[in-house]
């Protein structure tokens, strides 16, 4: 089974309206990440979360909330779809005491916002 | 301001040939530099580390080189397969267990049969 799970895989979704996208793992890191990644553009951190009581801001962070409901689970949220929001997205995972922080990364959804 | 830069356009090279990729960085001091690996629509996957007290670091067909000096790493693929088209990423990270990754872009590699 993967260690990092995302669902949905896939979204299709018109402007304005509230998506979840949600991330699970079983590494047993504390540390969860989300990126987007867009053609040209790499990949760009949007929250990050080094334990269940801290969440912090991103490159990118505007348009987009996170929640940290469990060590295991750490979801994305965007209140309003816009179309530019339209990329893949992707969860990762780092260990506390790894100086290296070495990430592990899961499947991605693929969202689009008409 | 910090800077990563991998050669945007793709490399193609014949199946057997050994592939070498280039990752720049400036405005950077990493302790670590890190390579990914990503297929299309899927997530990166970690393939290697190289300390910035190591020149060089080995793991099977893969090699990496770490020049501080220079401000840059390599990422070698010998006897390239088909099954090495992919992208690859560098990512520079420091000590102190900062917990964040910024990655370049990448460089896509096609390896043809």
């Known amino acids: 089974d993967a260690d990092v799970t995302q669902t949905p895989r896939n979204r299709i979704t018109k402007t304005g309206k509230r998506i979840m996208l949600e991330c699970s793992q079983t590494?047993?890191?504390?540390?969860m990440y989300w990126y987007r990644q867009d053609p040209g553009l790499g990949l760009r951190l949007i929250y990050y979360?080094?334990?269940?009581?801290?969440?912090n801001k991103g490159e990118i962070s505007d348009g987009y909330s996170v929640s940290r409901q469990a060590q295991a689970k750490f979801s994305l949220s965007l209140e309003s779809a816009i179309p530019n929001q339209t990329a893949l997205y992707f969860c990762?995972?780092?260990?506390?005491?790894?100086?290296?922080?070495?990430?592990?990364f899961g499947p991605g959804t693929r969202l689009t916002v008409l | 301001s910090q800077k990563i830069e991998q050669n945007s356009e793709a490399l193609n090279i014949q199946e057997g040939k050994t592939a070498t990729l280039t990752c720049n960085y400036t405005?950077?001091?990493?302790?670590?530099l890190q390579w990914y690996r990503q297929d299309p629509g899927r997530g990166p996957v970690f393939l290697l580390l190289?300390?910035?007290?190591?020149k060089e670091k080995r793991k099977e067909r893969l090699k990496v080189t770490f020049d501080t000096t220079l401000k840059q790493s390599l990422f070698h693929i010998t006897a390239s397969q088909p099954a090495d088209s992919a992208t690859y990423l560098c990512?520079?990270?420091?000590?102190?267990?900062?917990?964040?990754?910024?990655f370049g872009q990448g460089t896509t590699l096609q390896v043809k049969p």
């Open positions: 590494k047993g890191h504390d540390r």
């Open positions: 979360s080094f334990d269940v009581k801290d969440i």
């Open positions: 990762a995972t780092s260990e506390a005491g790894d100086p290296t922080d070495t990430q592990y």
């Open positions: 190289i300390r910035e007290n190591e």
């Open positions: 405005n950077y001091s990493p302790a670590y």
């Open positions: 990512a520079p990270s420091f000590s102190g267990n900062t917990g964040k990754l910024i």
